[in-house]
């Protein structure tokens, strides 16, 4: 089967930007991968776990040898590779690709737009919803994205063969790709996955910090487990998220905020028709969730 690309570079080689190269790699999408990042172990690492053929730290280097450029670094820098690389492709008729991974689309797609508020053609943002707690390129994995949703935020200005282009790259992953704005994207994962990476991390920190900490993680089970895996994440990329989702992040808090002052008066009125209805609704919607998943995951 032909490749459908010659050359993909990641920039920012991680658990995302390596199990992308690793999916396109076995799928046969692409079939030469550069790294570009800032941290040489991770590049050699890369090399060494045929997860990328060679790497670079000249940013013009991966920018001119690429038809697919994909920035899968933090949030923030995401931002800042995207104002490098459009200053380096700016006014190329044969310039690359460039699409994202990042978990908060607003902030560059502000970067990527120009003085009459559209995209240059070339640039797709896209954010696959699938990952863990784990980061690096040891933890990359070719499957990561198989039935996962990815988003992609093409706006005015895109270059419809670009979008498709890489909508085909997602779907060479295995994953089932969507589209919304870039609004929309950034309140709807401000509630599902920023708020209860907020809310798991307060929770740990705040029993971390209370005098009896020792005996809480002692006798701590499941429950805890899997309320707070998603705390052991990275907190560079969390910080990152933070700020760059700020408004839609503050209103998610604030709205649960609310929810959480009403189910507190419940409890201390011990107003048990009103926590068992709270409960009640909550426990609906939470097995109708995991009946979508579990349908998901069975590639439906
Ligand atoms: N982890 C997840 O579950 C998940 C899921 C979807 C999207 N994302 C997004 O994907 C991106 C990458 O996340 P990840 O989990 O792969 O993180 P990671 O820490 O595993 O990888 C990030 C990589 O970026 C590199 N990097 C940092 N600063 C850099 C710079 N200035 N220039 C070049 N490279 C730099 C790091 O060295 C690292 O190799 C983030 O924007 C994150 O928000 C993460
Ligand atoms: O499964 C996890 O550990 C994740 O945190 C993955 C998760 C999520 O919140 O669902 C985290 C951030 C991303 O931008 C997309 C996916």
């Not at 079939?31 to 060679?54: H, K, M, N, T, W």
């Not at 954010?127 to 390129?137: T, W």
């Not at 707070?228 to 992040?249: F, H, K, Y």
């Amino acid at each position: 089967m032909a490749y459908k690309t010659e050359t993909v570079a990641i920039l920012g080689l991680g658990l995302i930007g390596g199990s992308l190269a690793r999916a396109l790699r076995e799928n046969r999408f692409s079939q030469r991968f550069i790294g570009y990042g800032r941290r040489l172990p991770s590049l050699e690492q890369g090399v060494a776990l045929g997860v990328i053929d060679e790497y670079t730290q000249d940013l013009g280097e991966a920018v001119s040898a690429a038809d697919i450029i994909v920035i899968a670094a933090p949030t923030l820098v995401a931002a800042d590779l995207l104002d490098e690389i459009l200053a380096l492709t700016d006014g190329h008729a044969h310039a690359p690709l460039v699409t994202d991974v990042a978990s908060v689309k607003g902030n560059l797609h502000a970067r990527a737009q120009r003085d009459d508020g559209t995209l240059p053609p070339n640039v797709v943002l896209g954010h696959p919803i699938a990952g863990s707690e784990r980061s690096g390129v040891a933890a990359s994995d070719a499957r990561l994205f198989v039935n996962h949703r990815v988003i992609l935020t093409p706006d005015v200005g895109n270059d419809p063969a670009a979008v498709d282009t890489i909508a085909a790259m997602w779907t060479a992953t295995g994953a089932d790709v969507v589209q919304m704005s870039v609004k929309d994207h950034d309140t709807v994962l401000a509630a599902t996955s920023h708020l209860p990476h907020a809310l798991a991390y307060a929770l740990v920190d705040a029993l971390a910090q209370s005098d009896a900490s020792d005996d809480i993680f002692r006798f701590a089970a499941g429950g805890f487990r899997d309320f707070t895996r998603i705390a052991s994440s990275d907190p560079v990329m969390w910080r990152d998220i933070a700020i760059a989702n700020r408004d839609a992040l503050l209103s998610a808090i604030d709205t649960f905020g609310e929810h959480l002052a009403i189910l507190r008066e419940q409890v201390a009125a011990s107003d048990a028709d009103g926590m068992e209805a709270t409960f009640t609704r909550a426990k609906t919607a939470r097995d109708e969730f995991a009946a979508i998943l579990a349908q998901r995951q069975r590639g439906h």
